[in-house]
């Protein structure tokens, strides 16, 4: 991702261009910069509140506001022109304070210490208002007698009149003034999101300008900067300040495929990552061409992360399947190539048995064709071939999560439960245990498979399985398409074997809702087809968006593994104070002795080391003391059989 814009060329010189000065300072503006937002619109939404005619002033104001920004008008007819808008009062002013202390912007507020530590050289300058400036301010750990920027005169009412005339910053290129008063004596640093703050940069008064684009982009401003600046930490980073992150997030991609909740999308843009987000699948060539520069990658179960896509993934870190399953996947290469897997085990559980249990009911009374047909106007009231479930023998195929939960609310219903796993499970209830998959298809009255999808579970059921059931048996599958043979399906409904059928997933699956669903299945009587829907409910989305996202955050903040499907799993303590090398290699011996000699052999203070393998890979991750020299990361890079390595501090 570029982040950095090429130099353009200021008006007048700049201040100073050799080396860094010994002094720097950081001059930074205040509205849509260290806020997220322009405080004069917020004061409107809280002084015109109620008033019919809100909507349009607040619209008026902010037009205004944008073209002062865009150096479309002077700053003292914006000001004047929003200030009359407003109609606001001094007992406004603490409300404003609050909704401004919640609007601090993402990477001020994870940068505090930047803004602590330097605050003898941090400067505000804005043409907003001390009133509200200061308190949202030194809460942060700026100095008061640092913030310049304009004061409100009121009325002895205490309605906002106006501004001070005196100040400035109540003036057409009022910034460039007061630096002017300020003669601060080393290189500045303008960062800003509007042009007033560019007229600093191109008055010869600053050294560089950054346009900040965190909370807004202005083309006009962003054309005349010397760099851009996603946020703070491409800022700090790109100055080699100290930062609360190793690398800036902005220039980490994420890319969220297949409609994942937008509560994923809102957690990985608070953290500030650059975040893509595609409503469909994609197939592997579309994914080939939109992985290269993906770090984080989130699907669902239509896109399949092959081999060959992750041969061409070279900056990707880790995968969420935004899913239970993950037979999308190719976990082994993911494993080889020292990407993390991690996915939601049981956030859409509940939902799948909701499904199944609804589906049973309906298909056992026969409703759907007696819906349909009554949709066709005919009135069919018969008992004939529909059943109560009370009684009847559910026949479960995988006990696993779904399974076992399904195996519960089907007893709350009165039916008698039996399954059978690959793994010996423990009976819930009074659930009975089959020791084969054909002894169980014999006994069962509705049958519902939950197995993984795994691929040896490919045609578990087909002819000869369909022949070991009972006639007129109701069969559900809300596990994985390729599971079932549909045309040993589509036969056993033909010939009455199988009296009703609830189908959710299939072995081909649209990639998106505009492509047709194919399917042999289609037309046949008494059978439920749902878009592979069994866990798509509002509360199974919303619990998968902010599931699997802590993850992968954590994986990503951390080095936590604990939940990952392919990687050994470390549950890792919080990083303070340290720096943290996580080395993921092939599970070769002696890795972690050769790590420990060039540790010692730099005299390196271990703080904290865990280790954890599995059959393919070793995961070593150790906390270090800040201070060490670069050639350590080097060379523990250079170790052979290393997969990847990541420094995080
Ligand atoms: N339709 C949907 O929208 C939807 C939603 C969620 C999950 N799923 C799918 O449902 C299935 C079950 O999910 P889960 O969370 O219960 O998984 P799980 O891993 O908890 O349970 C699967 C169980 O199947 C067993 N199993 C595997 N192969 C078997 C076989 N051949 N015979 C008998 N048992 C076998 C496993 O031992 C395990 O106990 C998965 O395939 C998952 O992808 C579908
Ligand atoms: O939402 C999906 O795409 C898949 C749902 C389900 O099959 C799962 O594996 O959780």
Known sequence: MLTNTPPTTPAEPARRSDGPAEQTYYIIDFDSTFTKVEALDVLGEI?????????????????????????????????????????????????????????????????????????????????????????????????????????????????????????????DRGKVQLMRDLNLDGDVYVIGDGYTDYEIRESGLANKFYAFTENVMRPSVVEKADHIAPSLDDFLFDNK??????????????????????????????????????????????LIEAIRDVSILGIRSKTNVTRRVLEHANKLMTVGAFCIGTNQIELDACTERGIAVFNAPYSNTRSVVELAIGEIIMLIRGIVPKSNAMHLGTWDKSAKNSYEVRGKKLGLVGYGNIGTQLSVVAEALGMEVYFYDVVDKLALGNARKCKSL????????????????????????????????????????????????????????????????????????PKTNNEEFMSAL????????????????????????????????????????????????????????????????????????????????????????????????????????????????????????????????
């Open 47 to 171: 002084s015109l509140a109620g008033r019919p005619e809100r909507d349009n002033v607040l619209a008026q104001i902010k037009a205004i506001t944008d073209r002062g920004m865009a150096g479309e008008i002077s700053l003292a007819q914006s000001l004047s022109m929003r200030l009359e808008l407003l109609s606001a009062h001094r007992d406004h002013l603490p409300a404003l304070v609050e909704v401004l202390s919640d609007k601090v912007s993402d990477s001020f507020q994870r940068n505090r210490a930047f803004l602590t530590e330097n605050a003898n050289n941090i400067y505000i300058v804005s043409s907003g208002f001390r009133e509200f400036i200061v308190p949202i301010v030194t809460a942060l750990g700026v100095r008061e007698d640092h913030v310049f920027a304009n004061t409100f005169t009121f009325d002895d009412k205490g309605n906002i009149t106006g501004c001070d005339p005196e100040n400035p910053l109540s003036k």
């Open 241 to 286: 300040l100290s930062r609360s992150q190793s690398y800036p997030k902005s220039r980490i991609k994420v890319l969220l495929l297949e409609n994942v909740h937008p509560v994923a999308v809102q957690l990985f843009e608070q953290e500030g990552f650059n975040v893509e987000i595609r409503k469909g699948a994609l197939d592997e060539d579309e």
């Open 438 to 509: 054909d002894e169980l298809l014999a006994i069962a009255d509705i049958i519902s498979l939950h197995t993984d999808g795994r691929a040896d579970n490919k045609n578990l059921i087909s002819y000869r399985e369909f022949g070991l059931m009972k006639n007129g048996v109701i069969f559900l599958n809300l596990s994985r398409g390729h599971v079932v043979d549909i045309p040993a399906l589509v036969d056993a409904v033909e010939r009455g074997k199988v009296i009703g059928a609830g189908i959710d997933v299939f072995p081909h699956e």
């Open 522 to 649: 289609r037309r046949l009587p008494n059978v439920i087809l749902t878009p592979h829907i069994g866990g798509s409910t509002e509360e199974a989305q919303a619990n998968i968006g902010s599931f699997v996202p802590g993850k992968l955050l954590e994986y990503m903040n951390n080095g936590s593994t604990y939940g990952s499907v392919n990687f050994p799993e470390l549950q890792l303590p919080l990083l303070k104070g340290a720096h943290r090398l996580l080395h993921i290699h092939a599970n070769v011996p002696g890795i972690l002795a050769k790590m420990n000699t060039i540790f010692a052999n730099y005299h390196i203070n271990i703080q904290g080391q865990y280790l954890k393998t599995n059959e393919h890979i070793g995961y070593v991750i150790t906390d270090i003391s800040k201070e060490y020299a670069a050639e350590v990361v080097h060379e523990l890079r250079a170790i052979d059989n290393t997969i990847k390595f990541r420094l995080l501090y």
